[in-house]
């Protein structure tokens, strides 16, 4: 896995077999992992102390299972906000997208089913672009969403393409990833952009990439 930049990262999950096999991984693809971890106690404990470039938690863990590692992540953004969070879930849940969207804002934050972590390169890719301030949400959990029509708001003034482009970008596609999914030119591409963030009148000095793609997830 050569060609990536070098992470240190904590990890929580409470799931033996997985909490190995990520860190097999993450070490394999030349991350440093200074602690695995299996609840939101312990996972809170070592970020606190060693400061990590990103976290990658479950969202349920005990002692409750319910959403304990959602709200150890967003505690962490709002003391630490340089550290990424990478969140994964047994199952598509819009609530856990929604929640956490809202109390880590401003990218280098991620969504991810685990069954997606079986697929190693796209895994390792999603990371990359978490801790590089991105925003990326399970393509199954943005399909989900895109089902959902919306017929009030900016964004019921969004072309099907245009809809299609911003779902990609949920994705944490690039603009040439884009155009070779849809199979069009990076041109269309970075048209059907700029007329997304004008539809949806985002700010000049915001990041504007971020921002569609959260006002697309909230829906």
């Not at 070592?46 to 319910?66: E, Y």
């Not at 959602?70 to 340089?82: G, K, M, N, S």
């Not at 943005?142 to 969004?158: H, I, K, Y």
């Not at 970075?190 to 959260?214: M, Q, T, W, Y």
Request: charged share 25%; with cysteine; hydrophobic share 45%.
């Amino acid at each position: 896995m050569s060609g990536r930049r070098s992470l240190r990262l904590v990890i929580a999950e409470d799931a033996v077999l997985l909490r190995e096999g990520l860190v097999g991984i993450l070490e394999r693809a030349g991350h440093e992992v200074l602690a695995a971890v299996n609840d939101a106690d312990a996972l809170l404990a070592f970020v606190a102390h060693t400061s990590p470039d990103a976290v990658v938690t479950d969202i349920r863990m005990p002692p409750g299972h319910s959403d304990e590692g959602l709200r150890a992540a967003a505690a962490i953004r709002a003391a630490h906000p340089d550290i990424a969070i990478m969140v994964l879930s047994a199952y598509v849940a819009d609530a856990y997208v929604a929640e956490l969207l809202d109390s880590t804002p401003g990218g280098g934050v991620g969504y991810l089913l685990k069954d997606r972590v079986g697929h190693v390169r796209e895994f390792l890719d999603s990371l990359d672009r978490v801790a590089d301030g991105g925003t990326v949400v399970d393509p199954q959990v943005v399909r989900q969403l895109l089902r959902r029509r919306r017929t009030d708001g900016p964004l019921a003034a969004l072309t099907e393409r245009e809809h299609e482009v911003l779902a990609l970008m949920a994705e944490g596609r690039t603009n040439g990833s884009i155009a070779e999914t849809l199979v069009v030119s990076e041109a269309a591409v970075r048209k059907h952009v700029g007329n997304i963030f004008a539809k949806l009148r985002l700010e000049p000095g915001s990041d504007c990439r971020v921002s569609a793609v959260l006002a697309y997830l909230r829906g």
